[in-house]
Nanobody
Framework: QLQLVESGGGLVQPGGSLRLSCTASPFTLDYSPIGWFRQTPGKDREGVSCISSSDASTYYADSVKGRFTISKDNAKNTVYLQMTTLKPEDTGVYYC?????????????????WGQGTQVTVSS
């Protein structure tokens, strides 16, 4: 089974930036589209962005469009989420997971291999 490990979270002031990483093993990123999802306090897990496995097309939720950029480095088997102009409402735990319905950034139903995620806190 594809294993994904998230890293790169932290505490940042509003307007700041962070870059999250998602490293895949043992399969390559050609295996599946990959998405970033987040769980913010008091809300269900939601889709943030996804990147296709074939041509690296990228898709974003309206709430992050223009501020976040997803990319991947096949040589490193890693997907990145560059987050800029961060807002307090971006605070939450960020996860990566297969996104089989990309460009629809929906939480994959039945997926039970969620990692620990990486905490992003946007606060002054």
């Amino acid at each position: 089974q594809l294993q994904l490990v998230e890293s790169g979270g932290g505490l940042v002031q509003p307007g700041g930036s962070l870059r999250l990483s998602c490293t895949a093993s043992p399969f390559t990123l050609d295996y599946s589209p990959i998405g970033w999802f987040r769980q913010t306090p008091g809300k269900d897990r939601e889709g943030v962005s996804c990147i296709s496995s074939s041509d690296a097309s990228t898709y974003y939720a309206d709430s992050v469009k223009g501020r976040f950029t997803i990319s991947k480095d096949n040589a490193k088997n890693t997907v990145y989420l560059q987050m800029t102009t961060l807002k307090p409402e971006d605070t939450g735990v960020y996860y990566c997971a297969p996104a089989p319905w990309c460009p629809n950034i929906v939480v994959p139903s039945g997926y039970d291999a969620w990692g620990q995620g990486t905490q992003v806190t946007v606060s002054s």
